[in-house]
């Protein structure tokens, strides 16, 4: 059974940090490309951050450059997100998402919720 279960979401002031999981089962964890969206309320699903399944190179949506930082352990088949100098307006449910190298499956996890405010 396929499963990806983000963790690490909360409450943080603005200039916080936090540090998002994503532990994967189910699937071959280092043949995936893994992804960070974020969602906040009343908008569109937005990519913040890939990582490459092998050379674990990442990508970052200009908003979040410098301050995400993304990461993988495919011994542990977890994905992270360093988030750094959190604003109000990263607040948003986190998701992980994985799809496999040749694009053939694409997995979810439920969520997290990140909130900035004072």
């Known amino acids: 059974q396929v499963q990806l279960v983000e963790s690490g979401g909360g409450l943080v002031q603005p200039g916080g940090s936090l540090r998002l999981s994503c532990a994967a089962s189910?699937?071959?964890?280092?043949?995936?490309?893994m992804s960070w969206y974020r969602q906040a309320p009343g908008k569109e699903r937005e990519l913040v951050a890939h990582?490459?399944?092998?050379?674990?190179?990442?990508d970052y949506a200009d908003s979040v450059k410098g301050r995400f930082t993304a990461s993988r352990d495919n011994a542990e088949n977890t994905v992270y997100l360093q988030i750094n100098t959190l604003k109000p307006e990263d607040t948003a449910v986190y998701y992980c998402?994985?799809?496999?190298?040749?694009?053939?499956?694409?997995?979810w996890g439920q969520g997290t919720q990140v909130t900035v405010s004072s």
């Open positions: 998402r994985a799809v496999h190298f040749t694009g053939r499956d694409d997995y």
């Open positions: 189910g699937f071959t964890f280092s043949q995936y490309t």
């Open positions: 990582i490459t399944p092998s050379t674990g190179g990442t």
